[in-house]
């Protein structure tokens, strides 16, 4: 019995994305997440939320070592104390005329600044919790991705708080096409497991030229904004954007599309639009960039975990992710607001249907076995060749509270990528907030790109009032 004990602390693998991010330490990928609540913040209440969350999650008192064969693996350390991974930043003082200063301007710059961090200690669990001053009445988060990806996080932190209602009404459920276990038991079914099995190996070696093409030079038309290998060295800056989902909604209908079309679609539009703004001779002969969207493999989505946690069944903890590059021009005059949309809405759905997220992801599985900087070089050329990173999480659809303090905005992003601009958007309570952070010496002024981003969304809309629905070939079900 000991010894097993002994083997669950010490021979837990590291994913193979965790194996990338921890490989150095200058890039480490820390999600940066804040949640703003109705009233000062409750310090032994998130106390107490995250001594649950440690209970559940052995990634949250695990540590990552190399063993005397050269392989990483998760640590599990017998207990943890809360105390050493909580920051609580003093209470300000009198600041006289700055006392109507915007809350949201001081956390932005707060977050911006976690962004430019030294790496993680790794001599304790990869994750922190800085309470802000009382007036602020916010908590960032700041946890290494090697723990988990953003859906799981989420799960985990929807677990500790009391929720406003009906579980399926406060956390809508994720439906995907076929997933991860569906694709690879199709592979051996017989009589068509011979032919099945040639015509995946076929998409998977497309898809390895596409990536090798992809990480050996840049596919894309340089612009202004264009991210590259050392961008991740440059500070940072934050701007957020409150949208309504009722006006996503009402484009995603129109078009028969889903949510993130819609987000991808007015991200995109607004960059055409500052791009015109800030450098017009980019647009000139209507340059051709890549998008990269993260795309999960989960099985199960927010709603699923958070039952599986409740329920007490264990769940995976791993980086069910990968990135999707899109391939979007970029027009000089844009006649049709919702064309972006439109394109954006048919590139997906052809992924989806030759399921390319799942054979990147598993693509990405072989890299961390050639060992050495391969791995990381490969993941990192790739995010540099890439102009936006676009994330997007789908969070409660009613408000929650921590201990009887409502939550009001959530927040996530991600530091350390080669990108000039990464847009995370996450869904709460009937609204979008998208967090746009960017490298400051690529884009100074990230509040002007929100206006711009804001503006695509209004024009969208108004042309949805005046067309009829769009009806397209191929269809998905990533939202219902």
């Known amino acids: ?190 009589p068509l497991g011979v032919c099945r099995l040639l015509k995946l190996a076929w998409r998977m070696l497309l898809i390895s030229v596409f990536e090798a093409k992809y990480t050996l030079y840049r596919m894309e038309d340089k612009t202004s904004i264009a991210g590259g290998l050392r961008v991740h060295l440059m500070p940072r800056k934050l701007a957020t954007l409150s949208l309504s989902m009722d006006d996503m909604i009402i484009v995603k209908k129109k078009l028969n599309a889903k949510v993130n079309d819609v987000f991808a679609g007015i991200v995109i539009c607004g960059v055409e639009k500052y791009l015109r703004f800030k450098s017009p001779e980019d647009l000139l002969k209507d340059p051709v960039i890549y998008f990269g969207s993260v795309s999960s493999v989960r099985k199960q989505g927010a709603k699923e975990l958070l039952n599986s946690i409740n329920e007490g069944h264990s769940i995976e903890w791993g980086n069910m992710v990968t990135n999707l590059f899109i391939k979007v021009k970029l027009a000089s005059q844009t006649k049709d607001p919702l064309q972006y949309v439109r394109d954006v809405r048919d590139k997906f759905n052809k992924k989806k249907k030759s399921n390319e997220a799942i054979f990147s992801f598993k693509l990405h599985h072989f890299l961390p076995v050639s060992g050495g900087k391969l791995p990381e070089r490969f993941y990192n050329r790739m995010v540099a060749h890439t102009t936006v990173g676009l994330s997007n999480i789908m969070g409660p659809s009613n408000p929650i509270s921590l201990k009887g303090n409502q939550v009001t905005k959530i927040g996530v992003t991600i530091s350390k990528l080669s990108t000039g601009l990464q847009v995370h958007m996450i869904s709460y309570n009937q609204k979008a907030y998208l967090q746009f952070l960017v490298a400051s010496e690529i884009i100074p002024d990230p509040d002007r790109l929100c206006l711009f981003v804001d503006e695509a969304l209004r024009e969208m809309k108004t042309a949805a009032f005046h067309m009829p629905t769009d009806c397209p070939q191929v269809t998905g079900r990533l939202y219902k």
């Open 1 to 190: 019995m000991e010894q097993r004990a002994v083997r669950r602390l010490y021979d837990v693998p590291l994913s193979p994305l965790a194996h990338i991010f921890l490989s150095e330490p200058k890039r480490e990928n820390v999600i940066i997440g804040y949640v703003i609540f109705q009233s000062p913040v409750d310090v032994e209440a998130v106390k107490t939320a995250m001594r649950i969350s440690v209970s559940i999650c052995p990634r949250l008192r695990s540590i990552p070592v190399t063993r005397r064969s050269g392989l990483k693996s998760w640590k599990e350390l017998p207990q943890i104390n809360i105390e050493d991974h909580m920051i609580m930043l003093p209470d300000e003082p009198d600041i006289g005329n700055k006392e109507g200063e915007n809350s949201e301007t001081y956390i932005n710059a707060y977050v911006a600044a976690l962004a430019s961090w030294p790496a993680m200690s790794r001599d304790k669990p990869l994750w922190e919790i800085h309470i802000l001053p009382p007036r602020r009445q916010c908590i960032v988060l700041r946890l290494h991705h090697a723990l988990g990806d953003c859906v799981s996080l989420l799960a985990l932190f929807m677990a500790s708080c009391e929720l406003g209602g009906d579980l399926s009404a406060v956390i809508p459920s994720i439906v995907g096409g076929k997933n991860e276990e569906g694709l690879l038991s199709s592979m051996a079914r017989a």
